[in-house]
């Protein structure tokens, strides 16, 4: 049987912008609750949440955190998460366990970057919202000015749950709005002013609840609770609340608030898919039903190796189970569950649904995977666009560090791991500078490699824009056998998007007998041989010739790709002829020709979507176009921000980040996602060209 009943679950990401203080505010919670009986601050390093080095020395959050308190009959499961975007990835993760995501904003800056990136995930990912306004014991607060900037940003929906009692040295307590029929002395707002627009905005939900409150009869608490709860789920109210996680103020009546949300497991409409039929089923929190699970975060620890996160949502799962794993031919063995308390584990025996988690050294177990019998929807991570060229620094470390950066990238799906087979550089690519300069640092600390890193090559492409045509005899005579092979091709241009049936046709090619096509470059080939010019046994080497050129690149080292060939004729010698011989002529015709047809280089085309003050879009727009961007259109992002979407050469983006923060004094953000290749200016292609052949020259 499960260890907490569902109802009596609640399961809390703490988000925000960075430095807002929800790792002191957690850090206080479990104080409060008893959970934790200890000293913890983030400033002197004891913090209970903040426990990896590199979090202590950067005083700020960079993994998710799960937690778990029990208070006035409640068992809490709060996760305390990053506030930076550049770790957004590990917010995303929390959010698939939770059921309420609490919104901290500074109540000296306001709602900054971050807390819209965080506002809209949560909406994405389909949970209610709270707002915490904390720091309310600071100087010069305007809470006034501070409610309508939260209000103008994320709409009229949010409304306080209660107001701060003096503000600064003077923040004291709060005042409830819950049917507040009188003014609180030192209330910075009159409650009762509040009041009545904030029980409306809750009833109406229930039309009979609705009539009563009109017709002069309250509703009772365990109604409010209900009818809160429902228009917190459907997105019509977004409570705010006032606490300061420094001094302890509003943490009773916090607490209160979630309890009185009522947001438990069961009131979440979760769906998950038959894996044979794609049918989706809608959940249900029974401790009895059949088993769901999902992994949302995996850790990696040096002392008790891998850690899978879990979210149960259906079903009871137990220590020494083996359970089903879509995906995997046979069950999987759950050695042992755990409680998670920041870096403490406590084993226990089972869990029901509303439970997080922890299970170790199941390596097959990935962020996102789900467990028994159904497969609940993918988490969908924002895709890492900053590379850097990584090197160990010692010799002979590679393969340690290659075995690192996998541990790395298991435990973080914003960062990815890739071998260029162009420029056989190892590249990691992540989220930002900053998201990348913490994974070097966690490589030195945990892993004992030291790397060496430069900005990656640009990946580059080849094409060619007009039609030609050309032969190449590879002869060779060098005492005894000789090499012979001649070749003749029709080169074409075959823009991606192309569709071969239709381009291969009978009516170009009239001597076509075979067509091969390459998805990956978008090469094609047509084997229009008659009379056995070239012996049918040869042509795997033609092919083998092309594809060998296809990946050296012809003008400066890039792959090829949008391409089609005809091998139209050729000749052979019945003795010197070989597969090596017309290989050879196959690479040196393609590369001739190739020079003949019009060659051009494609460069990466981003989607980026910068998100700034509105006072600043005509200087982002003037640096966009100064990168050679094409602004596509702007929308509003509220609170006086405008995001700019536009698309821009990867190579003028790599390094935005540090332009963005200077020019708007840290207040941006951007995205960026792949969007297709283009050809390069002429004058930026033929100094591109000029520097390839500067570094072969070198490598020689």
Known sequence: MALY???????????????VGKTTLLDRLLNFTGAVNRPASVDDGTSICDFDEEEKSHRYTIEAKVTFFDYDGLHYHVIDTPGYRDFIGQVIGAFRAVDLAAIVINAQSGVEVN?????????????????????????????????????????????????????GADFRGVATTL??????????????????????SIVVADEEVLSRYFEGQMPTDEEISQLLGRAMIDGSVIPIVCVSAKTGVGLPELLKVFDLCGISPDRIVRRAQKPDSGEWVELTADPSGPLVAQVFKTRVDPFVQKISFLRAYSGTVRTNATVSVVGERKGLKLAQLFHVQASEMIPIEEAGPGAIVAVTKVEELKTGMSIGDLVMPPIEFPTPMTGLAITPKSRGDEQRLSGALAKICQEDPTCRLDRDPQTKELVITGMSELHLQVIRERLKRRDKVEVDVKEPKIPYRETIQAPAEGMYRHKKQTGGRGQFGEVHIRMFPFPRGTKVEEFATKERFPEMKEVHYHEESNFLWIDSIVGGTIPSNFMPAVEKGFLERISRGVIAGYPVQDVCVEVFFGKHHPVDSSEQAFKTAASMVFRNVFQQAKPALLEPIVKIEVTVPADKVGDINSDLSGRRGRVLGMTSAGGGFQTIVAEVPLAEVITY????????????????????????????????????????????
């Not at 709409?155 to 009692?165: A, E, S």
């Not at 049917?179 to 409306?200: C, H, N, T, Y």
């Not at 020019?663 to 050809?679: A, C």
Request: proline fraction near 4%; include cysteine.
């Open 115 to 167: 807390t819209r990136r965080v506002f809209q995930e949560a909406e994405k990912a389909g949970i209610p919202r709270l707002i915490i306004i904390n720091k309310l014991d600071a100087e010069n607060i305007d809470f006034e000015n501070l409610l309508a900037g939260i209000r103008e940003t994320f709409g009229d929906r949010c409304v306080p749950l209660n107001v701060p009692i003096g503000l």
């Open 179 to 200: 049917k507040a029929e009188s003014s609180v002395p030192g209330a910075v707002i009159d409650p009762s002013s509040i009041s009545q627009s904030l029980m409306e």
């Open 5 to 19: 009943e569902v109802k009596k679950i609640r399961n809390i990401a703490l988000c925000g912008h960075g430095s």
């Open 657 to 700: 980040a540090r332009a963005l923060s200077s020019i708007t004094g840290g207040q941006g953000s951007y995205t960026l996602e792949f969007s297709h290749y283009d050809i390069v200016p002429g004058n930026i292609q033929k100094e591109i060209i000029e520097k390839a052949k500067l570094e072969e020259e070198e490598e020689e």
